[in-house]
């Protein structure tokens, strides 16, 4: 009886000191996935060894990355990632594709804006010709919403919308990461 009580002590001792596995679809203020906010376009071959990046070639011939995108092995977008324009290679914008991605707060591409406004409070709403941008407090995801989720009267004039003017089931557009 000993024996199993000492098998057992030592199975939870394990259990509780094992680190935790990241979860690679994560959305948080640091990272998005494997990618954290301080790696570097040169890193990115390694934190995606057993995935697909395929560079943009038009910006390619002057010299210069301005898209990546990164896809799984069975051919799945994962991300859309825009580097910075100066020398230290950062990671400007990631556009997400994949609705497995979600924040912290479980916000992700097939969330509605009512969920995202009990989740975190809106920062400010950025109007666009066929697009409203919706910014967060306190993080660095932000999302899109077409203009065909508004209300008919609302679709096409160029007032400022506010939240209140935004149906609670709009669905997402695009979800995007700014590390700016």
Not at 46 to 56: E, F
Not at 155 to 164: G, K
Request: proline share 5%.
């Amino acid at each position: 009886m000993k024996k199993y009580t000492l098998l057992f002590c030592a199975a939870l001792l394990l259990t509780y000191c094992a680190p935790e596995r990241e979860d690679p679809f994560l959305v948080g203020k640091e990272r998005v996935g494997k990618l954290q906010k301080t790696h570097r376009v040169s890193q990115l071959d390694s934190i995606y060894q057993l995935d697909s990046l395929v560079r943009d070639t038009a910006s390619l011939s002057i010299g210069r990355n301005r898209r990546i995108d990164v896809y799984e092995p069975g051919g799945t977008h994962l991300l859309t990632l825009t580097p910075s324009l100066d020398s230290l290679e950062r990671i400007d914008n990631i556009r997400i594709w994949d609705p497995r991605f979600k924040t912290e707060a479980g916000i992700g591409l097939e969330s509605t804006f009512g969920e995202i406004e009990k989740a975190y409070e809106i920062r400010k709403i950025v109007n666009s010709l066929n697009n409203i941008l919706v910014l967060v407090k306190e993080h660095p995801v932000y999302f899109t919403f077409s203009r065909e989720e508004l209300p008919a009267a609302l679709r096409y004039t160029d007032t400022p919308i506010e939240a209140v003017q935004i149906p609670d089931g709009a669905r997402i557009k695009y979800m995007m990461v700014g590390w700016e």
